[in-house]
């Protein structure tokens, strides 16, 4: 091939070369190339490498000029959009809000722009400007956040086993020996005379333990779907227990405690009463147990109404009458009180409570379901009954 004829190929490409885009550009190149190739083995050793040297500079000028023409495209569109941010600049402080989205879709389509050539277009959709809301302009729903965990109801603040001590047992009968009377009795001995005698009566009472349990069933779905439900149910299986125990309690010892007799006007009087009361028959009152919203009405007692007896203080933050503190639970009937020396009752537990979890458990395979157990065995047992007091603060005295 002679030198006259490359050069002749090479200029009938750049001649076609504007307007066109690189990938034709690159295909125009290839195409050469192997022509040019072809040709170049059929010649002779000398003429070859001469022809490669003039194949290999005009393919360099031939880039060289798609580069600077590439760039050129490049500095006229930055420029365009720089006019066009200074003219959305202008706009938006007039309001007007259209080249504002003119200039979104040439963002979004830049890449087709910079192709643009006769026969080649590029087209844009600028949709009506308009304020967005979740309603008008999302499909499906926003993001949601979800707290972890359950929020439960409380539990109660003060158990009934908070304020007797608790004691174990290996069987479910548990026997306390109670003394109830004595003959005779011990006097200063006459010389020469004998000495009196004295005999002590005592009973066995029996205490028998039951169970107090329940169960809660549900499904591996609901487990797996809710992954903190396993750890909250357990804390609402006791809740829920303790509430039990603590209502078969108060039952118990509402049936059991000796009845205040007085009739004085204000309850804290009939409260101050019989700590004097049961200090008259040696026992020594622990606590007083109160209803929370009779606390808070002793507490709230003004001079204007009764001024409370100096017996009645706060310490450490504490109600105290007499000395003996005050206790409040949601669970004792409002208008009624306790006092007492509560270490003469106890909680004998003779399997203590626990929740546990049972897969196999009557047709939970088949159904997928998971059960729940809660339950402890124990009995409220009284070492000596008359160191309880139960009364009313207003009004008549419970029989």
């Known amino acids: 091939m002679k030198s006259e004829d490359l050069d002749k190929a090479i200029d009938e490409m750049k001649s076609s070369i504007a307007g066109q885009n690189q990938k034709e550009i690159n295909e125009k190149v290839s195409l050469l190339k192997k022509e040019m190739e072809e040709k170049i083995s059929e010649s002779k050793d000398n003429v070859r490498e001469e022809l ?40 938006e402080e007039k309001g007007e809000r259209f080249i504002v989205s003119m200039a979104d879709a040439i963002k979004e389509n830049y890449d087709k722009i910079k192709l643009v050539r006769k026969g080649a277009s590029a087209s844009m959709e600028i949709k009506a400007v ?101 750890s909250w149910l357990p804390g609402a299986l006791r809740r829920d227990y303790f509430k039990v125990e603590n209502g078969d309690y108060h039952t118990s010892l509402v049936a059991n405690a000796v009845k205040a007799t007085n009739t004085l006007t204000t309850g804290i009087e009939r409260i101050i009463n ?74 004998v537990v003779v399997d203590g409570l626990a929740v546990e979890f049972f897969e196999q458990d009557a047709d939970n395979v088949t159904k997928n379901l998971i059960t729940a157990r809660v339950e402890s065995r124990n009995v409220l047992a009284y070492d000596r009954l008359e160191a309880f007091i139960y009364g009313n603060l207003t009004g008549a005295q419970p029989v």
């Open 274 to 347: 019989d700590i004097g009361l049961l200090e008259s028959t040696d026992y020594v009152p622990t606590g007083v147990l109160l209803n929370p919203i009779d606390w808070a009405n002793i507490a709230n007692t003004k001079p204007s109404d009764f001024s409370l007896p100096r017996v009645v203080e706060y310490v450490n933050g504490t109600l105290v009458v007499h000395g003996v503190p005050v206790f409040k639970a949601s669970w004792v009937t409002a208008g009624t009180y306790f006092i007492a020396e509560w270490n003469m009752a106890k909680k």
């Open 130 to 230: 308009a304020d967005m809301t979740l309603g008008n302009n999302l499909t499906g729903a926003s993001i949601l956040t979800y707290q972890q965990g359950i929020a439960g109801i409380p539990s109660q603040a003060v158990n009934f086993a908070d304020l007797v001590p608790t004691v174990g047992s290996a069987t479910g009968t548990y026997i306390i020996y109670r003394e109830t009377g004595a003959e005779g009795s011990i006097s200063n001995q006459t010389e020469g005379a004998s000495k009196t005698q004295k005999d002590y009566d005592i009973a066995q009472v029996t205490y028998n333990a039951d169970y107090r349990s329940g169960f809660a069933r549900f499904s591996k779905q609901m487990a797996t779907d809710l992954p903190f439900l396993t």
């Open 52 to 91: 490669q040297k003039e194949y290999l500079a005009e393919m360099k000028n031939v880039r060289d000029e798609y580069d600077k023409a590439l760039e050129e495209k490049q500095k006229h569109l930055d420029a365009m959009d720089i006019r066009i941010k200074q003219n959305v600049s202008k706009k």
